[in-house]
């Protein structure tokens, strides 16, 4: 999933804009101006712009900051900001993984993120993101017999999908090279297909 010349344009310009931007979306949010799922979709949109995911990084610690956890938290936008910081924190740990090659960082905050999900009711967010996120913490350990084992209970046929080949890449990365790294394996940089 290599990143476009429109996309490493908009990263760069994304990246030296994007504090002044939450600085904005803060004061609108806590003061009534945008609405939470306004704010939540400007941010998603922001985060799905650039190729490179660097933008989670600002959101992760923007959705962190104590009065803005208060302000999602006390109501009845709690779940959605689950959803929401759980898919930051992930985006958060494949930038630091691949761009920043900090396995252990990144691995805190895949584990972070599936903690986030374990907090939501399964019947809102389905358990294929749950394996998902466990299939991809099994990888910096190396656990293939896990990764199967998770991969094989995930729906082939419900919206996460393409998961399923994203895990089949992690385990090819494993096999083929007996070491992780993420960057190569989640893009499918150089793996043989496997039989």
């Known amino acids: 999933m290599p990143i ?8 760069k310009k ?17 003061s009534g101006k945008i ?11 922001a985060d799905q712009s650039t190729g490179d995911r660097a933008s989670s990084q600002y959101t992760y610690y923007f959705l962190k900051e104590p009065i803005i956890e208060k302000y999602f938290t006390k109501g009845d936008f709690k779940t959605n ?7 930051t924190s992930f985006h ?15 691995l805190e905050l895949f584990k972070e993120s599936l903690s986030q999900l374990q907090k939501i009711p399964e019947s809102e967010i389905g358990i ?13 350990s190396q656990d293939i017999k896990e990764m199967e084992k998770l991969k094989s209970q995930m729906n082939p046929k419900g919206n996460l999908s393409v998961n399923i080949s994203v895990v089949e890449r992690l385990i090819n990365g494993i096999e083929t090279y007996e070491n992780v ?9 150089g793996k043989p297909e496997r039989s």
Request: charged share 20%; hydrophobic share 40%.
């Open 4 to 11: 476009s010349p429109d996309q490493k344009s908009n990263q």
């Open 14 to 30: 994304l990246n030296s804009d994007f504090p002044r931007l939450l600085t904005t979306l803060k004061y609108k949010l806590l």
């Open 35 to 45: 609405a939470p799922e306004e704010f939540r979709n400007i941010l998603l949109e």
């Open 81 to 87: 900001y689950l959803l929401f910081l759980s898919f």
């Open 92 to 106: 958060f740990a494949q930038y630091v993984s691949i761009d920043k090659k900090n396995q252990t960082m990144a």
């Open 128 to 140: 294929d993101s749950i394996l998902y996120h466990k299939a991809t913490i099994a990888y910096f």
């Open 181 to 189: 790294n993420y960057a190569r394996d989640y893009l499918g940089v």
